[in-house]
């Protein structure tokens, strides 16, 4: 359009391209390595191994082809540090068990800074509603803070 996108543009086009991620990643496209409950389990693991010393996981489900987590870094803990942490572990115990070696992850990954208490409400209910949107029954790999 020749211009620059208004501020309700940018947030219209964020929540579209969000939804059209969740219905491909919802339909199970790509691999599903984390429903193999043994990767699911060192994941989950490496998830919850540093609550409470790194940061306080307030949230988190695994998905058969991604993952959600919700959490507060704790002081001098970054964001970037604690999910390169989860990464690196479960990936070089993935790898072992699928006998390959490599990614594991993509790359890059999607955050979204918590603005308030209704955004956290929101973004707490869709990840622990995650597998049953995506009609996953009796899913065992959610969970919350207590």
């Known amino acids: ?5 208004s501020v309700a ?11 059209k ?4 990643l919802d339909a199970g496209s790509g691999e599903a390595h984390l429903a193999d409950p043994r990767i699911a389990k060192i994941t989950a693991d490496a998830l919850v191994h540093f609550d409470k010393v790194r940061y306080r996981l307030l949230a988190w489900c695994l ?6 987590v919700v959490f507060r870094p704790m002081q001098d803990h970054t964001l970037a540090g604690i999910v390169q942490a989860w990464k690196s572990y479960s ?7 699928l006998g390959r070696s490599g990614e594991f992850w993509q790359r890059e990954y ?8 209704r955004d956290f409400g929101r973004i707490v209910r869709y990840v622990i509603e995650n597998p049953r949107k995506a009609k996953l029954v009796n899913w065992p790999w959610v969970g919350v803070s207590s």
């Open 21 to 24: 991620i969740d219905a491909y």
């Open 1 to 5: 359009m020749g211009r620059e996108l």
């Open 110 to 117: 999607y955050d979204h800074l918590v603005r308030d208490e």
């Open 9 to 19: 543009e940018q947030q219209r086009l964020a929540a579209l391209f969000s939804e």
């Open 63 to 68: 998905m058969p082809n991604h993952v959600h």
């Open 91 to 97: 990936a070089h115990h993935a790898n072992g068990i």
